[in-house]
């Protein structure tokens, strides 16, 4: 039973360009997290997406970033015309389903260098 | 404002003694705890939970304990081992909302 699968496992982008991060949740989870990490830091919450739906993304910055998961293939995590203050480590975590007590298993992550 | 605080960035423990990592919060209404356990270059892998209806639980070498009148929880991992030389997270989720607030982390390294 495959993890959660994080793509590219690390990025390296200059400032202006476009980041795409994927993850594909674990087999039989359709509730996907993001969450990043900036350095020496915890984790800050992003966004929280079901099937082809955004249930909360009150962490993610107003400008630039957007997130989807659509019916078909992995969740997307695009930021627009990226900054040095972008580079962090993005982990996805999934979860079985959206009620009661669920453990999100989470990724290896995407580390984002913006030179 | 940070609503977990994990006030001990390192802590170091001899191999077979207790390692006690601390946890505290400030919101009220979280209602379910977690910690995870996190190595260099590798996404944090869940370790245990509890729920505020309870003040213990335990799993193997690993206890937590939470005490809600004082906001605090801890993670007693005994006899430490080498394996657990790792940075460990302390989470937490208000009922009803599944995103995870998370502290600043704890680096724990269990000396032979």
């Known amino acids: 039973n495959a993890g959660v699968m994080q793509n590219p496992r690390h990025l390296v982008r200059r400032r202006g360009q476009e980041a795409r991060l994927r993850c594909s949740p674990m087999?039989?989870?359709?509730?996907v997290y993001w969450y990043r990490q900036l350095p020496e830091e915890g984790l800050k919450f992003m966004v929280y997406?079901?099937?082809?739906?955004?249930?909360?993304e009150s962490g993610m910055p107003k400008e630039r970033f957007s997130a989807e998961f659509p019916k078909e293939g992995p969740s997307i995590l695009r930021i627009q015309q990226v900054v040095r203050g972008d580079s962090a480590a993005y982990f996805c975590?999934?979860?079985?389903?959206?009620?009661?007590?669920?453990?999100?298993?989470f990724g290896p992550g995407t580390r984002l260098t913006v030179l | 404002d940070q609503q977990v605080k994990q006030n001990s960035p390192s802590l170091s423990v001899q191999e077979g003694r207790i390692s006690i990592l601390n946890c505290d919060y400030t919101?009220?209404?979280?209602?379910?705890f977690l910690w995870y356990k996190k190595y260099p270059a590798e996404g944090p892998t869940f370790l245990i939970s509890i729920s505020s209806i309870k003040d213990k639980n335990e799993d193997g070498r690993f206890t937590v304990f939470l005490n809600k009148s004082a906001k605090h929880l801890s993670l007693h991992i005994v006899p430490s081992q080498p394996g657990d030389s790792a940075v460990y997270f302390c989470a937490a989720s208000e009922e009803g909302a599944q995103k995870l607030v998370f502290g600043q982390g704890t680096r724990l390294t269990i000396n032979p």
């Open positions: 975590a999934s979860s079985r389903d959206g009620q009661g007590y669920n453990e999100q298993f």
């Open positions: 919101n009220s209404m979280f209602d379910y």
């Open positions: 997406l079901q099937k082809e739906n955004i249930i909360d």
């Open positions: 087999k039989g989870h359709s509730h």
